[in-house]
């Protein structure tokens, strides 16, 4: 085959993928979009029944479950805690503090609490679009005074009839609203604001005979919760620690046995009844974690048919416990736990990538943050990225010769001792190794292809 039917395979090769992946992504949208457009005008052409019943008339509907069902209805958002306090409660104490302060640090804190309030005033409208049987009604419900905590009493009303009186509570206040409105000054419009304030007191008066424990987390609950926070915050913790740790209610209500059944369900790491979890600082920065974890105590490398190799390494106890914690929260990655160690010491615990798709979702994810193994993740991320669509090229096995060294040059060349020409490596030649990089010109046939 000659180069030119080479490159023009390529470029069908290349064009396929894109072309497949692109309407991968169109047709999900798409499916997102119209199912949400769908339920939406499904749920408003409903008339307010209790909950069960708009259940079962959406199983019907869409043909599904009545668990499927209940997950398609939004759930209430969870509310916004920062170190114990609510948005309100900062804000409340910012605005304290702002009167000690003068000039530009005053105007400066007066622009981050004005930033919070329009965040939890958008919070607060997801707030109020969960409520789907509410959704006509948004306009009368914006005029209310309510707090977050009364809109998830709002949220928790199942049955129909305390549903129709609280929408009636707000067409009576909307229907007096738009009466009053473009009336001048007088005794009519001081009598319609006077029943607007009544109707407003009365939504009031319903709100509150909402009964708190209907949003109020149960026993079981708060004792899950705690569970969790101990063994995110004492890594290694026992369950007969967790307990002795509790306050007083929920220490009468609970046993070391009750805490170590309930842990089974939470996804926590129990290593021979020391547990373990990553906490949530972690697991929204876990490409930056991993990444560290890498640098210094993980691997890089190729093995001698080319084939990439990432993995983490860890000892002991501990070490198991969060190699399967790593494998949980990125969700691919082969375990290999307990294996024996070479000078006989601790037992050693991997999590290795050797899928392609896998290491490459994972140096590229990892790629922003490592401080050492960037140059070693970079040859692998270019040696995928032939192999997946330019094995062909005439240039493609030479490249992954120089690859290869340039992974054992990377990875060896603080050792002075490192035989070099046991791979052939000529070290005075590994710059032009480094400037051989084949990234741009795949970048160019892609860009060809794309254009054709």
């Not at 809109?151 to 009053?180: A, F, G, P, Q």
């Not at 990553?278 to 105590?297: C, E, H």
Request: aromatic content about 8%; hydrophobic content about 30%.
């Amino acid at each position: 085959m000659s180069k030119i039917a080479e490159l023009e395979e390529a470029k069908n090769t290349a064009d396929e993928l894109i072309d497949l992946e692109r309407q991968k992504e169109e047709a999900k949208e798409e499916l997102e979009t119209t199912t949400g457009i769908k339920l939406n005008k499904w749920l408003n052409s409903q008339s307010i029944d209790d909950e069960h019943t708009v259940l079962k008339n959406l199983s019907i509907e869409y043909n599904m479950n009545l668990s499927d069902a209940k997950k398609s209805l939004e759930s209430f958002p969870t509310e916004y805690i920062v170190q114990d306090k609510t948005v309100p409660d900062i804000v409340k104490d910012l605005r304290k503090y702002k009167r000690t302060l003068k000039g530009e640090n005053k105007y400066s804190l007066n622009k981050s609490i004005e930033s919070l309030v329009f965040a939890y005033s958008d919070h607060l409208e997801k707030c109020i679009d969960s409520i789907y049987w509410l959704n006509k009604y948004k306009i009368p419900l914006k005029n209310m005074s309510f707090t977050e905590m009364d809109l998830k009493k709002i949220h928790s009303v199942k049955d129909k009839e305390s549903r129709r009186n609280i929408i009636d509570m707000l067409c009576k206040y909307w229907e007096v609203s738009l009466d009053s409105q473009d009336l001048p000054y007088n005794t009519e419009y001081a009598q319609l604001q006077k029943q607007m304030r009544l109707h407003k007191k009365d939504f009031r008066k319903c709100i509150k005979e909402i009964n708190h424990q209907v949003i109020r987390k149960n026993l079981n609950r708060q004792l899950k919760d705690t569970i969790l926070k101990s063994v995110c915050s004492n890594p290694g913790i026992s369950a007969r620690e967790i307990h002795e740790q509790l306050d007083n209610k929920l220490y009468q209500r609970s046993s070391p046995n009750m805490i170590s059944k309930l842990i089974k369900g939470l996804g926590i790491t129990n290593v021979d009844g020391a547990y373990y979890k990553f906490d949530d600082s972690i697991r929204k920065s876990l490409p930056a974690y991993t990444a560290a974890f890498i640098d210094s105590d993980g691997y890089i490398t190729l093995d001698s048919n080319y084939n990439p190799r990432v993995g983490l390494v860890a000892t002991g106890d501990r070490g198991k416990a969060f190699m399967i914690e790593m494998q949980k929260s990125l969700g691919y990655g082969k375990l290999h736990l307990d294996q024996k160690s070479p000078q006989n010491t601790r037992p050693v615990n991997r999590l290795n990538f050797y899928s392609q798709d896998d290491v490459r979702k994972l140096l590229t994810d990892c790629r922003p943050h490592f401080r050492l193994k960037g140059p070693q993740a970079d040859i692998l991320l270019e040696l995928i990225r032939i192999k997946k669509g330019f094995k062909k090229q005439d240039w493609a096995k030479d490249r992954y010769v120089e690859l290869y060294k340039l992974m054992k040059w990377n990875n060896h060349q603080d050792n002075a001792r490192y035989d070099w020409q046991k791979y052939n490596i000529d070290i005075e030649n590994i710059s032009k190794y480094e400037e051989n990089n084949k990234m741009e010109i795949m970048n160019d046939i892609e860009s060809i292809v794309k254009e054709a």
